[in-house]
């Protein structure tokens, strides 16, 4: 009887070893371990043992199953994995970062109105400039006649890295390096400094239908003999009428910026509730939208212009706020919502 179970074992290891797939497994699972199997067979060829011999040789035939059951376990698993590893190199070289298939795709309402203005200006002889997102406190505060402690820095708490950099705060952040790229064409040539920079600003404050702690100005400036206030307006108005295509209510009103002077406010009528008054415009009717003014003798000095010679422009458009006139949205928090939902709506003819 020993020799029948080592015999069973043997040629068990061998199938097994020869088996290539689920369907060999389960054919030799059947042949060992089924009703008409070897395993069966030696059980019921234990009935003309000795009570004696019956137990110890049921124990070896129990043994017997149990290796041959754990031994076609692992053939089982180890065959599966060769299926997936096969899967898996016959599977095509793919790109994760490829976007998934949510459609044609659509520009954010930011970027459609962005755009928009960059056609505007660029058709006004202006320049379209890209500036960092973190810049250093010299750009974002000092060149901008904003001393350390100076109280108008209370106005635009940010986000400050370790290293003493941090999250610009309004896109006047690139006015002085703006200066300094162009300042040369302006004394040797004479050609007027005319740019515009859009981007994203950052502020630490809280959220309301009005105010994000992310969100997107863009910038203007010009600079050359001789321009004055009168300037300014035009520019205003003209790119207020091509963004709106209809006449707005606008108010120009004194504000005060350490890097104008004189400043302004521009604020418009608001469009979500025509002037009444609601949470978009903080119950004033009036949307603050452009602040502006003529940049002051200092500011040009650090950017390496002479305030006695050129006299220039600045404004800092509230794109963003812009972005919520132009559609009717009323929450400006929709517009960080990554809601695709939202965001598709808009298109450039709007
Ligand atoms: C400034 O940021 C000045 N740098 C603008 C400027 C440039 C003045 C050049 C003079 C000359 P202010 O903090 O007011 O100013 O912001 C300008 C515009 O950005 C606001 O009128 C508003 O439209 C928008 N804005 C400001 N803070 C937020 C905010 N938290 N969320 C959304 N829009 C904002």
Redesign the pocket.
């Known amino acids: 009887m020993e020799s029948k179970i080592s015999l069973v074992r043997d040629e068990f290891s061998a199938e097994l070893d020869r088996a290539e797939n689920s369907a060999d497994l389960e054919a030799i699972r059947v042949k060992y371990l089924g009703k008409k199997g070897p395993v069966t067979e030696l059980m019921k060829g234990m009935k003309d043992l000795s009570n004696e011999e019956k137990k110890s040789f049921g124990q070896k035939v129990n043994e017997l199953k149990a290796e041959l059951t754990d031994k076609l376990a692992e053939k089982t698993a180890f065959l599966k994995e060769q299926e997936i590893l096969k899967e898996i190199e016959a599977t095509p070289d793919f790109d994760i970062s490829m976007p998934a298939n949510l459609g044609e795709g659509s520009y954010h309402p930011v970027t459609l109105v962005q755009r928009q203005c960059e056609q505007i200006f660029k058709s006004m002889g202006f320049a379209v400039e890209d500036y960092a997102e973190i810049v250093s406190d010299y750009e974002c505060f000092e060149a901008?006649n904003i001393p350390k402690h100076h109280p108008a820095r209370d106005?635009?708490d940010t986000y400050y890295l370790d290293n003493g950099q941090l999250l610009k705060?309004?896109?006047?952040a690139a006015?002085n390096a703006i200066y300094k790229k162009y300042k040369d064409a302006l004394i040797n040539d004479g050609v007027p400094i005319k740019a515009i920079f859009p981007g994203r600003?950052f502020?630490n404050?809280a959220?309301d239908a009005?105010?994000?702690?992310t969100?997107?100005?863009m910038?203007?400036?010009m600079v050359d003999k001789d321009i004055s206030i009168s300037n300014l307006i035009y520019f205003m108005k003209t790119m207020l009428s091509e963004v709106f295509r209809k006449d707005l209510k606008v108010r120009l009103r004194p504000?005060f910026?350490p890097?104008?002077e004189p400043?302004?406010?521009?604020d418009i009528s608001c469009l979500i509730c025509g002037g009444d008054g609601c949470p978009s415009c903080k119950h004033s009717g009036w949307?603050?939208?452009?602040?502006?003014?003529m940049?002051h003798p200092e500011v040009l000095k650090a950017g390496g212009i002479d305030p006695e010679e050129y006299t220039g422009?600045?404004?800092?458009?509230?794109?963003?706020?812009?972005v919520m006139m132009k559609y009717g949205i009323k929450d400006?928090r929709d517009l960080n919502s990554g809601s695709l939902k939202t965001l598709t709506q808009f298109t450039d003819d709007e």
């Open positions: 901008l106005m635009q705060s309004h896109t006047s006015q600003c502020r404050e959220t009005c105010h994000e702690n969100f997107f100005q910038e203007g400036v504000g910026f890097f104008v400043g302004f406010e521009l949307l603050e939208l452009c602040p502006c003014g940049i422009f600045a404004f800092g458009l509230g794109l963003t706020r812009l400006i």
